[in-house]
């Protein structure tokens, strides 16, 4: 498979180009979805092609193609040069900086011990049937759903400095979810699977019916819950719900191609100016955030990134200080430094690397403590389970997040259920408020599978992890009138 | 490919499966897009993209496989023979609809000789130009110039067949320094030259009226919404909230609630002169004008075919845009009939908060003023906002002349005053 790619970076550079790389990806996807006691479709697609870039006349070229034979291979290849001498009519005044990377040959393989695609339909439309027929058992459920989704990504990558890559990357994402109708209202409620590079041995069915019977139930009892209280509150959120803050108020704030404004005219900058690393306080002691692509399972772990640098690991925020950004190989020079930090990906083999979020890890607290613990130390506060409602602003400065369940805590112990309440803060702000963090035994690690970023938009998956945390004297609206 | 190509291919896998029933999708999208910031083209690509979907029912029993290889018969046969081995494992859906088999009207609204003409060194020099502009007024640019020439076919065992070539024009460009920002676009089935220059000098304009922004404490405040931000606003509204079987099953916001909403018209029309679109579904369904809300009055939502038979309704497919009707006030009329009101470029990060009440959430970006006395007066920060989109139509108090929008969709959309709209909290 790697010949033609190779062949592909020969002729880039017998025509003068400075740096060229090839991929060809092979990526076959399943998605399974369910409505009630019936599936509502089966989608499979096998999807294949190549894509060559090319740093020619100092601009970038890029083009793709689906047919992987040696005469495309020539003509996708000079197209790319034809784009890049397009592209140099506006050259950047400093040019392409691109730092440098040693040659490197590497197979890297996800774990995956029970290949999904080898797994029976029915036993797919069991799982999710099965806890469908749980969650209509509860009478106020009018609407069980859900879905299976896998993919496997098989990725070749050469370049002109003599590195052949090889990855086969299985993940899996599956959830389900019950609508709950009363009499004026409407109530969702959703369990997701964790997601991440793992087959179809990440799921098991005793646990979807064990979670379907607990949705079920509590999108019930959220048709009743108050609607939430206004004001300032102390808050703990799940590792779930904190994943997704984690993604968004760090993981993009944190991106250096935001930063130089490459992302300005859609996903927006970011308030991390380059003036703060190494001495910004992101958030409280309690707050170190680690960036890790060699993380076992973890969905932005493939071995090596699609500028061709191996996964690494290195903190974003330790003890609350800002350390390091996410870089590409165009982006390290910015800051200074000699090597990208290998998070440059595409999401197809049409589509060009942008810098993405790696694997990000909120550390779990170095002491012992238990949630029932975090909680017994709030007086009056919120429990905010799951992901739901969320928006930031394009500085990754204002956000607001919901919860998919939120509890009311008073005098130390969760009480009844609340709906449409919100969480509104400042990235800082939010993360200086963070108290404590429970200890290892209650962290988990959650998949983010839609994030999107770039103009036209990619869409990446990564995972985040936390243990359940607390925060003190958050702002706390509502999405509803009262 | 052209319509003979597609019908030949099509045919031939419509003859090779008779086992059951099949439904064949092909699209084809030859995109440039050339991606730009601080005055210099980032990035640029030309992407390739056909794909074929074999969507295969046996009885109750439904599965569909995509390919992206056209030119392999082999690869072809084999999807084939597994979407139908894969359909015979299925639990049966007592839902699913025999395939529509219509002879499908192709008028090919969308289809833009002059787009079809544009190249990558023309889009280089469109870009370029732009960006001189840029550097004429000091002011960094960075956005989007993205040129879609598609293709999309269709057929079915039931002779249903339709072929449509269609176009997607999109330059947005954001115009910003270290003191403030401004937004613009031109969105279409076509691009001049003239178009790209004309959003370029409106961005840079709204960079120099939007430096040094100063606080305005948020508040329920009369807002004039530009049409990207009522755009941005009502396709995700309408994505959550337009649903017959949802609101007939108690699972919407239009579930018990027969109000009216303001006095304005919402429809979708494939033959719209400013966003034109496909005439056809992706399951093989004729898009006509679809009336959603009539002068504020909700009229039938998105029905599913199955839904259309159960409940004897007329089946109304997902459309392909979305019209606003507008009073045909330009823009400044509506300025110069606000004492005190906020101006708003667009939004940013919509998102829902509240099913029930179609209550979201979003920040406003690049460009929001302070109106007073009929004046746009100084730059304000940007703000949050939280608010139902039921209640925002029920407070239009006036609207201007529509024009072609949208981030994700057609989209074509006037400027809005609404009353009462509920800033909540302050951004950067």
Same mark, same amino acid.
């Given at each position: 498979?790697?010949?033609?790619?190779?062949?592909?970076?020969?002729?880039?550079?017998?025509?003068?180009?400075?740096? !060229?790389?090839?991929?060809?990806?092979?990526?076959?996807?399943?998605?399974?979805?369910?409505?009630?006691?019936?599936?509502?479709?089966?989608?499979?697609?096998?999807?294949?092609?190549?894509?060559?870039?090319?740093?020619?006349?100092?601009?970038?070229?890029?083009?793709?193609?689906?047919?992987?034979? !040696?005469?495309?291979?020539?003509?996708?290849?000079?197209?790319?040069?034809?784009?890049?001498?397009? =592209?140099?009519?506006?050259?950047?005044?400093?040019?392409?900086?691109?730092?440098?990377?040693?040659?490197?040959?590497?197979?890297?393989?996800?774990?995956?011990?029970?290949?999904?695609?080898?797994?029976?339909?029915?036993?797919?439309?069991?799982?999710?049937?099965?806890?469908?027929?749980?969650?209509?058992?509860?009478?106020?459920?009018?609407?069980?759903?859900?879905?299976?989704?896998?993919?496997?990504?098989?990725?070749?990558?050469?370049?002109?400095?003599?590195?052949?890559?090889?990855?086969?990357?299985?993940?899996?994402?599956?959830?389900?979810?019950?609508?709950?109708?009363?009499?004026?209202?409407?109530?969702?409620?959703?369990?997701?699977?964790?997601?991440?590079?793992?087959?179809?041995?990440?799921?098991?069915?005793?646990?979807?019916?064990?979670?379907?019977?607990?949705?079920?139930?509590?999108?019930?009892?959220?048709?009743?819950?108050?609607?939430?209280?206004?004001?300032?509150?102390?808050?703990?959120?799940?590792?779930?719900?904190?994943?997704?803050?984690?993604?968004?108020?760090?993981?993009?704030?944190?991106?250096?191609?935001?930063?130089?404004?490459?992302?300005?005219?859609?996903?927006?900058?970011?308030?991390?100016?380059?003036?703060?690393?190494?001495? /910004?306080?992101?958030?409280?002691?309690?707050?170190?955030?680690?960036?890790?692509?060699?993380?076992?399972?973890?969905?932005?772990?493939?071995?090596?990134?699609?500028?061709?640098?191996?996964?690494?690991?290195?903190?974003?925020?330790?003890?609350?200080?800002?350390?390091?950004?996410?870089?590409?190989?165009?982006?390290?020079?910015?800051?200074?430094?000699?090597?990208?930090?290998?998070?440059?990906?595409?999401?197809?083999?049409?589509?060009?690397?942008?810098?993405?979020?790696?694997?990000?890890?909120?550390?779990?607290?170095?002491?012992?403590?238990?949630?029932?613990?975090?909680?017994?130390?709030? #007086?009056?506060?919120?429990?905010?389970?799951?992901?739901?409602?969320?928006?930031?602003?394009?500085?990754?400065?204002? /956000?607001?997040?919901?919860?998919?369940?939120?509890?009311?805590?008073?005098?130390?112990?969760?009480?009844?259920?609340?709906?449409?309440?919100?969480?509104? =803060?400042?990235?800082?702000?939010?993360?200086?408020?963070?108290?404590?963090?429970?200890?290892?035994?209650?962290?988990?690690?959650?998949?983010?599978?839609?994030?999107?970023?770039?103009?036209?938009?990619?869409?990446?998956?990564?995972?985040?992890?936390?243990?359940?945390?607390?925060?003190?004297?958050?702002?706390?609206?509502?999405?509803?009138?009262? | 490919?052209?319509?003979?190509?597609?019908?030949?291919?099509?045919?031939?896998?419509?003859?090779?499966?008779?086992?059951?029933?099949?439904?064949?999708?092909?699209?084809?999208?030859?995109?440039?897009?050339?991606?730009?910031?601080?005055?210099?083209?980032?990035?640029?690509?030309?992407?390739?993209?056909?794909?074929?979907?074999?969507?295969?029912?046996?009885?109750?029993?439904?599965?569909?496989?995509?390919?992206?290889?056209?030119?392999?018969?082999?690869?072809?046969?084999?999807?084939?023979?597994?979407?139908?081995?894969?359909? !015979?494992?299925?639990?049966?859906?007592?839902?699913?609809?025999?395939?529509?088999?219509?002879?499908?009207?192709?008028?090919?609204?969308?289809?833009?000789?002059?787009?079809?003409?544009?190249?990558?060194?023309?889009?280089?020099?469109?870009?370029?130009?732009?960006?001189?502009?840029?550097?004429?007024?000091?002011?960094?640019?960075?956005?989007?110039?993205?040129?879609?020439?598609?293709?999309?076919?269709?057929?079915?065992?039931?002779?249903?067949?339709?072929?449509?070539?269609?176009?997607?024009?999109?330059?947005?460009?954001?115009?910003?320094?270290?003191?403030?920002?401004?937004?613009?676009?031109?969105?279409? %089935?076509?691009?001049?030259?003239?178009?790209?220059?004309?959003?370029?000098?409106?961005?840079?304009?709204?960079?120099?009226?939007?430096?040094?922004?100063?606080?305005?404490?948020?508040?329920?405040?009369?807002?004039?919404?530009?049409?990207?931000?009522?755009?941005?606003?009502?396709?995700?509204?309408?994505?959550?909230?337009?649903?017959?079987?949802?609101?007939?099953?108690?699972?919407?916001?239009?579930?018990?609630?027969?109000?009216?909403?303001?006095?304005?018209?919402?429809?979708?029309?494939?033959?719209?002169?400013?966003?034109?679109?496909?005439?056809?579904?992706?399951?093989?369904?004729?898009?006509?004008?679809?009336?959603?809300?009539?002068?504020?009055?909700?009229?039938?939502?998105?029905?599913?075919?199955?839904?259309?038979?159960?409940?004897?309704?007329?089946?109304?497919?997902?459309?392909?845009?979305?019209?606003?009707?507008?009073?045909?006030?330009?823009?400044?009329?509506?300025?110069?009939?606000?004492?005190?009101?906020?101006? %708003?470029?667009?939004?940013?990060?919509?998102?829902?908060?509240?099913?029930?009440?179609?209550?979201?959430?979003?920040?406003?970006?690049?460009?929001?003023?302070?109106?007073?006395?009929?004046?746009?007066?100084?730059?304000?920060?940007?703000?949050?906002?939280?608010? =139902?989109?039921?209640?925002?139509? #029920?407070?239009?108090?006036?609207?201007?002349?529509?024009?072609?929008?949208?981030?994700?969709?057609?989209?074509?959309?006037?400027?809005?005053?609404?009353?009462?709209?509920?800033?909540?909290?302050?951004?950067?």
């Amino acid at each position: 498979m790697f010949d033609l790619l190779k062949q592909a970076c020969e002729i880039a550079t017998r025509e003068g180009c400075r740096f !060229a790389d090839a991929r060809y990806l092979d990526i076959r996807k399943q998605r399974i979805m369910s409505r009630d006691q019936a599936l509502s479709g089966c989608n499979d697609s096998e999807d294949s092609g190549f894509g060559v870039r090319v740093l020619y006349q100092g601009a970038w070229g890029f083009a793709s193609s689906p047919n992987y034979q !040696a005469a495309e291979v020539k003509t996708v290849v000079a197209l790319a040069m034809q784009i890049a001498r397009a =592209s140099a009519r506006a050259l950047r005044e400093d040019g392409v900086n691109w730092a440098p990377e040693a040659a490197l040959k590497l197979n890297f393989q996800s774990s995956c011990e029970r290949d999904p695609f080898a797994v029976s339909l029915e036993e797919k439309a069991d799982l999710l049937v099965s806890a469908n027929e749980i969650m209509l058992q509860n009478e106020s459920v009018k609407r069980a759903q859900g879905y299976l989704m896998f993919k496997r990504v098989q990725r070749w990558y050469v370049n002109t400095e003599g590195s052949e890559l090889h990855s086969d990357v299985t993940s899996s994402e599956s959830v389900i979810w019950a609508i709950a109708v009363g009499n004026d209202d409407f109530q969702e409620r959703n369990w997701k699977a964790p997601s991440s590079n793992r087959g179809f041995d990440a799921y098991d069915k005793a646990e979807f019916l064990l979670q379907a019977e607990r949705v079920a139930a509590q999108a019930e009892e959220k048709l009743s819950a108050r609607i939430s209280p206004e004001g300032e509150f102390d808050i703990v959120t799940d590792s779930e719900n904190l994943s997704l803050t984690i993604h968004e108020s760090v993981g993009h704030a944190t991106e250096l191609d935001r930063v130089m404004g490459y992302e300005v005219s859609m996903a927006g900058a970011s308030f991390v100016t380059r003036d703060k690393q190494g001495e /910004f306080q992101y958030g409280s002691e309690q707050v170190t955030l680690m960036a890790d692509n060699t993380l076992e399972h973890g969905l932005a772990t493939q071995g090596f990134d699609d500028d061709g640098v191996p996964g690494q690991r290195w903190e974003i925020v330790k003890d609350g200080v800002f350390q390091a950004y996410s870089t590409g190989r165009e982006f390290a020079h910015y800051i200074d430094e000699q090597r990208s930090r290998g998070c440059s990906r595409a999401d197809h083999w049409s589509s060009i690397p942008i810098v993405r979020i790696p694997n990000l890890l909120l550390m779990p607290g170095k002491q012992p403590l238990s949630p029932d613990e975090l909680i017994a130390d709030v #007086k009056h506060g919120l429990y905010f389970e799951g992901m739901d409602s969320f928006s930031i602003d394009q500085w990754r400065l204002n /956000f607001q997040f919901g919860g998919n369940a939120v509890w009311e805590i008073k005098n130390g112990k969760k009480a009844g259920m609340l709906k449409a309440a919100l969480y509104q =803060s400042r990235t800082p702000t939010f993360w200086n408020a963070c108290e404590a963090t429970c200890d290892a035994n209650h962290w988990q690690a959650h998949g983010v599978m839609n994030c999107g970023k770039g103009d036209p938009m990619q869409i990446a998956q990564m995972t985040h992890g936390a243990a359940p945390t607390l925060f003190r004297n958050i702002r706390v609206c509502r999405g509803r009138d009262s | 490919m052209n319509r003979q190509q597609c019908e030949d291919l099509i045919a031939g896998i419509l003859q090779t499966s008779r086992a059951g029933e099949l439904q064949v999708t092909l699209n084809g999208v030859d995109r440039l897009g050339t991606r730009f910031n601080d005055c210099a083209i980032s990035q640029n690509a030309l992407k390739l993209q056909h794909t074929l979907t074999l969507s295969a029912r046996l009885g109750q029993k439904k599965t569909s496989l995509s390919i992206n290889r056209l030119d392999d018969k082999d690869l072809i046969k084999r999807s084939i023979e597994q979407v139908f081995a894969n359909c !015979a494992h299925m639990p049966d859906d007592k839902e699913l609809m025999p395939a529509p088999g219509n002879l499908i009207e192709t008028p090919e609204h969308a289809f833009s000789a002059s787009a079809e003409q544009i190249d990558i060194d023309t889009v280089g020099s469109w870009v370029a130009a732009a960006c001189r502009a840029g550097g004429s007024a000091n002011i960094d640019l960075a956005g989007l110039l993205s040129i879609q020439k598609m293709f999309t076919a269709y057929g079915d065992s039931a002779g249903g067949f339709a072929y449509e070539r269609s176009h997607n024009c999109d330059y947005h460009v954001t115009a910003s320094d270290s003191h403030g920002s401004g937004w613009a676009e031109h969105k279409g %089935v076509s691009l001049r030259e003239r178009d790209v220059l004309r959003a370029t000098r409106r961005a840079i304009e709204k960079c120099s009226k939007a430096q040094n922004p100063v606080v305005f404490q948020p508040r329920p405040t009369t807002v004039i919404l530009e049409p990207q931000a009522v755009g941005d606003l009502l396709s995700i509204a309408f994505w959550y909230g337009f649903d017959q079987r949802a609101a007939d099953e108690g699972r919407s916001a239009f579930s018990n609630h027969d109000e009216a909403l303001g006095n304005l018209s919402l429809y979708s029309d494939p033959a719209n002169d400013l966003f034109p679109t496909l005439s056809f579904s992706s399951d093989g369904q004729q898009l006509g004008k679809s009336i959603w809300l009539d002068h504020g009055h909700r009229q039938q939502l998105v029905t599913s075919r199955y839904w259309a038979e159960r409940q004897a309704l007329e089946a109304k497919p997902s459309p392909a845009n979305l019209i606003l009707s507008g009073d045909g006030n330009n823009l400044q009329k509506l300025i110069e009939s606000t004492d005190d009101g906020i101006l %708003v470029t667009r939004f940013w990060y919509i998102r829902p908060t509240d099913p029930k009440t179609l209550g979201f959430t979003g920040m406003t970006r690049d460009g929001t003023y302070r109106i007073e006395n009929g004046i746009v007066t100084h730059p304000v920060v940007d703000m949050r906002w939280n608010d =139902s989109v039921l209640r925002i139509l #029920k407070n239009v108090i006036a609207s201007g002349i529509a024009v072609a929008t949208g981030e994700f969709s057609a989209m074509v959309m006037p400027p809005l005053k609404v009353a009462a709209f509920n800033f909540s909290s302050l951004s950067s």
